[in-house]
């Protein structure tokens, strides 16, 4: 699912949003392409509920404006842009059956009945929908409505279709399925999708580009893997998947790499690094993802505790200069680990190209 290279589909330039003289989107600008599935993640408050409303016409920008295919948004009613919203309580009608809430929209744009029907047919059939036709939402389990929702969000053909929080109130096994589900309709329609979530992994599993927002504001924008395995700052290590974060300072340079002096682990280790190495004595911090550490060789520790997970078991590892640091290893075998429990030494390893260093 690579974004389209013709160009920004959707221009947001210096958008300020004010309430009551606080600033809740600040100053954000953000180009997204054609065909694009774009997430915006972040945490409650961060800003981007409130700029998926001024996408869709609901609240307008204090400054700055909003584009789409080169038309200026600002001031067009919701009804007049090429644009639908998906809401987080997915809004159905309760007295209307499955192909009427669906056929809603068209018949409020004077579509005519047989081309309504056929429309209608072929949304339903691209949710997988087509034997609830004549079902209430009521009669319905959440995935399901989540569908009907989804489909009669596709129904009018937008350009643009804005899903806030759209899995949220799905159950996490329901969700992960229907996350596949939701990328196959996108490859389908070919219509731009962006996405509010605050769930990292839905935005992780969706997404061919995600916006970190936090305080109204872009923090980084990147692909999925580049947001998790080169995150700008702290504040996006620890918002995406679990990291351990230690304490550091620059010592030298190895090409790519850059060797730090680590107290918590009581020595020199070593990490990839964007771009130029800071300056020799520059406080830094080390990030290393559980997943990136093994056991058996390296560094000296001792367990803390530690957590069977079923797929994984979670070592909490109390190091020689007194840090904690979180190692997960894959359960293999059905008989586990059991050599590994309390105050057991072990020794810890990780590659350094698996660790990075950040600045801030």
């Known amino acids: ?29 953000l180009d997204i392409g054609r065909k694009e599935l774009f997430c915006l993640l972040g945490g409650s408050g961060s800003g981007k509920s409130t700029l998926l409303r001024m996408l869709a016409g609901f609240e307008k920008p204090t400054s700055g404006s909003i584009e789409i295919e080169g038309r200026d948004m600002v001031g067009i009613d919701p009804a007049d842009r ?11 009608f309760p007295h209307m059956n499955v192909a009427d809430n669906v056929a809603y929209g068209l018949r409020r744009m004077g579509m005519g009945r047989t081309e309504r029907d056929a429309r209608v047919t072929e949304m339903l059939r691209l949710v997988r929908m087509e034997g609830f036709a004549a079902r209430k939402p009521h009669q319905m389990s959440g995935g399901q409505r989540q569908r009907v929702a989804l489909a009669r969000a596709l129904a009018r053909g937008p350009k643009l279709l804005l899903l806030d929080e759209p899995l949220s109130a799905l159950d996490r096994k329901l969700r992960e399925e229907t996350q596949f589900e939701l990328m196959d309709i996108f490859d389908k329609t070919g219509t731009t999708f962006v996405v509010v979530t605050h769930d ?10 995600i916006g970190v927002m936090d305080k109204g504001q872009l923090v980084q924008v990147d692909t999925p893997r580049r947001i998790y395995e080169f995150p700008r700052n702290k504040l996006i290590a620890d918002f995406v998947g679990n990291v351990n974060l230690l304490d550091a300072t620059v010592t030298g340079s190895d090409g790519a790499l850059v060797r730090l002096d680590c107290p918590a682990m009581g020595q020199e280790v070593r990490a990839a690094c964007e771009g130029e190495p800071p300056a020799i004595g520059t406080a830094v911090t080390l990030a290393i993802r559980p997943e990136k550490i093994t056991l058996g060789s390296g560094h000296p520790a ?38 590994i429990t309390w105050e057991t030494p072990v020794l810890f390893d990780f590659a350094p190209e698996g660790a990075v260093m950040l600045r801030d």
């Open 302 to 339: 001792v367990v803390d505790d530690y957590a069977y997970r079923g797929d994984v078991t979670r070592y909490r590892l109390r190091l020689p200069g007194g840090g904690m640091l979180d190692v997960n290893r894959p359960n293999r075998l059905r008989a586990g680990e059991g050599d």
């Open 82 to 92: 090429p644009v639908n919203m998906m809401f987080q309580s997915y809004a159905l």
């Open 200 to 209: 990292q992994e839905e935005a992780m599993t969706l997404a061919t580009r």
């Open 1 to 29: 699912m690579k974004p389209s290279q013709d160009g920004p589909f959707l221009r947001i330039r210096n958008v300020v949003k004010e309430f009551d003289g606080v600033r809740a989107v600040d100053d954000l600008s």
